[in-house]
């Protein structure tokens, strides 16, 4: 299969390493920024193009891995008829690329990439969608290729699965990085939370994560928050995501 | 060393176990509710009692692990002089166990315990103080043989590391907990978040998190925010959170 790559960033390089691991052609890297598109393509063994109207029409795969704002901008540059194009975005609904060709879908890997660390992708869910049956199932066949773990799920569906990532991925990281901060004004090394960390992700690995919260919100121990928002007085903005989650694990109810 | 352990909850559960393991003899468990202390004692080969009054004076060290606003009951209904009594809360402070023995301390094991799950207990970094150099020598005689990981931090340290603790752990377990909700939504499995959250705390284990954040709110994507925003309206307690810890990821600064 012949692949063109649109994109030069976390996505497409993951992407693009995966595809040519697993054995596909990967023809073409477009990226604005020509240096990007070089830098990925060498490693890819492919052509690097800055413009659109560079890019082939006779590939078999299109992959728009670019900024959710920047992916219609790039699918209306190319000039296809029943070519497959997909893109990767977790919040963008698939018709956003309605009339780019005939063939259009969405493919959709669940991971946070840093370029620098190697990811086993056959571990890494994928979700796709495609506009008909046959595109779906020529998807499907991609995917399974990449990974173990590939789901068909609709633009809301995926939506909600991205937004959902983002509070277990994103705003749980951060919550690391607030840690890191408050152990800094005691000059305590960030080394001591990581066993707890890594534990705290093993744990939801085999349960539900309702079921194994602990801490003070849990048990509703007022004294505790009380005392602990006292440590917290020198900083509003942390002081009151302390009071709004708290207040939200006291609150929760696993059916919403 | 003789140990009297007071308290049947998940700490004393794990810290017994563990100084039995180090081959140390518990002599009593104490919990106010005798079928809790039963169930531990049975455990530890040790006598189960019920009344403050039953406990012996003639122990080495006295284990006080306990909820945090019943320490100061349990620790005034010892009778003692110079025997070593420890509680082993992040949020005390080690002064109210003043009076109760002329030596007295802190022993507070940094982990997420859960009764039914085992630990590895050498991983487990053990904050310990004491309230005078031979105490906080003997604790750190005590807490090597049983973690690879102590350190000595006076109340207030210790405090900071408890409330950087609920951040890391307690807080990043409702992040996954709040992830699982919306999953549920749209019928779809927590599975696949589970190989994201691993990959999330795998990735601070050698890394700073604030270097490792990623989505839409670190790049400052107000676009796919606001899209994200939308599928949350139905929420409103989640959808506040999902802003306040968006924009405290947007001003993040790793100094404070």
């Given amino acids: 299969m012949k692949i063109v790559l649109l994109g030069s ?3 497409a390089t993951h992407l693009g390493r995966s595809f040519k691991m697993a054995g596909q ?3 073409q890297v477009y990226s604005r920024e020509l240096e990007n598109a ?3 393509a060498d490693s890819l063994a492919a052509e690097a193009v800055e413009k659109l109207e560079d890019i082939t029409s006779t590939a078999d795969l299109y992959i728009i891995a670019v900024k959710d704002d920047a992916i219609r901008e790039v699918a209306a540059g190319l000039s296809l008829t029943d070519q497959l194009v997909i893109h990767t975005s977790g919040t963008t609904d698939m018709n956003i690329l ?3 060709s005939d063939r259009i879908g ?3 890997p669940l991971q946070t990439f840093s370029k620098s660390k190697a990811v086993d992708f056959r571990q890494i869910p994928i979700a796709i969608e495609g506009n008909t049956e046959e595109v779906t199932s020529t998807l499907k066949g991609i995917a399974d290729r990449l990974s173990e773990k590939v789901i068909e799920l609709n633009s809301l569906e995926r939506r909600t699965l991205h937004i959902a990532a983002v509070f277990a991925s994103n705003f749980s990281n951060h919550m690391y990085a607030l840690a890191s901060r408050l152990l800094k004004t005691q000059n305590l090394s960030f080394d001591v939370l990581r066993p ?3 534990e705290t992700a093993l744990k939801v690995q085999t349960n539900d994560p309702a079921d194994m919260q602990t801490g003070p919100a ?3 121990d007022y004294n505790t928050l009380e005392k602990q928002k006292e440590l917290l007085l020198q900083d509003e903005s942390t002081l009151e995501l302390y009071e709004k989650i708290s207040q939200s694990i006291i609150n929760y109810d696993k059916q919403g």
């Fill in 9 to 11: 960033g976390n996505v």
């Fill in 25 to 27: 052609d990967i023809v």
């Fill in 38 to 40: 070089y830098h990925l």
């Fill in 98 to 100: 309605d009339g780019i």
């Fill in 106 to 108: 969405v493919f959709y």
């Fill in 196 to 198: 707890l960390i890594l």
């Fill in 218 to 220: 849990v048990r509703k």
